[in-house]
């Protein structure tokens, strides 16, 4: 039986941290209960993975398509500029979109860190679903400079403040349901088509629909982080280094101070039981 909700290890084996993938829908259910960030995945590719010990969930991971454009990451990493090329490209990079720790044990062991870490080696996980190989995983803090991936990840500067997470589901599916009975053409999400299906979409309406309302820019600036894929059997290492730097050290400066929350959801009830958590998984 899994555990996901208040998980507060006073041990913890590196040799019993597992990494085991996880389906999209899944990841959306346990995500929920775990973040209050506000997330859903995006067409494109995707590799969903929950990091555990023993019995207890210890957090989540996904990897996904990255972002066609964020130019601090095409500087670094010496991008084309031409669009068909950098898609090229961009296969061999993934975006880490949910890196997320259960709770309390993410903020006494500094779990957030050993997701982060374990991100970089899944390039097994992503080289045997879409046979390229994974040199480098980004990814953006909620606001601001993030201390999860501080020391671990290379900061490489700040997003311009565009995306479409301010923009409603509902509204989202309006769009498209104009775009379709005025016979506009509905870009593909489909990979290969490009990058962030949803982004291109949106602005494929507000082009003709003339609906100025609708914007991609959130003004959240973000701060964009970066880490080179490390050989996937450097894994268990990577696990027992997180452990030596960054748990075990962080527990015990913590192990007797109250955690200010018991799951994820700072100020949030979660009705779900154990039992209908296991029922789903």
Request: contains cysteine.
């Amino acid at each position: 039986m899994m555990k996901y909700q208040n998980i507060d290890p006073q041990t913890i084996d590196p040799d019993k941290i597992q990494v085991s993938q996880i389906d999209a829908g899944k990841m959306v259910f346990l995500q929920k209960r775990m973040s209050k960030a506000i997330w859903k995945p995006a067409p494109g590719r995707k590799l969903a993975f929950m990091v555990k010990h023993e019995s207890d969930l210890l957090g989540l991971i996904f990897l996904a398509s990255p972002v066609i454009n964020m130019s601090a990451r095409d500087n670094i990493l010496n991008l084309s500029k031409d669009k068909s090329e950098k898609g090229k490209q961009l296969r061999n990079v993934a975006d880490l979109s949910v890196c997320v720790s259960s709770q309390p044990f993410g903020w006494r062991w500094n779990g957030g860190k050993l997701m982060a870490m374990i991100a970089t080696t899944l390039g097994d996980f992503w080289e045997q679903r879409y046979n390229d190989k994974l040199s480098h995983v980004v990814t953006t803090s909620l606001w601001g400079k993030g201390a999860q991936y501080n020391k671990v990840y290379k900061f490489i500067g700040y997003t311009k403040g565009y995306g479409h997470e301010h923009i409603p589901e509902e509204k989202y599916k309006d769009m498209l349901k104009w775009m379709k009975d005025n016979n506009i053409e509905i870009p593909s999400c489909s990979f290969g088509a490009g990058s962030n299906a949803k982004m291109r979409r949106i602005s494929a309406y507000r082009k003709a629909s003339g609906d100025m309302s609708v914007n991609l820019k959130h003004k959240k600036i973000r701060g964009i982080y970066i880490h080179e894929a490390i050989d996937p059997l450097q894994r268990n290492a990577v696990i027992h280094k997180w452990y030596e730097k960054w748990g075990y050290p962080r527990f015990t400066r913590k192990v007797n101070e109250i955690p200010p929350y018991n799951n994820g959801l700072t100020n949030t009830i979660i009705d779900d039981t154990q039992e209908g958590i296991e029922k789903f998984l």
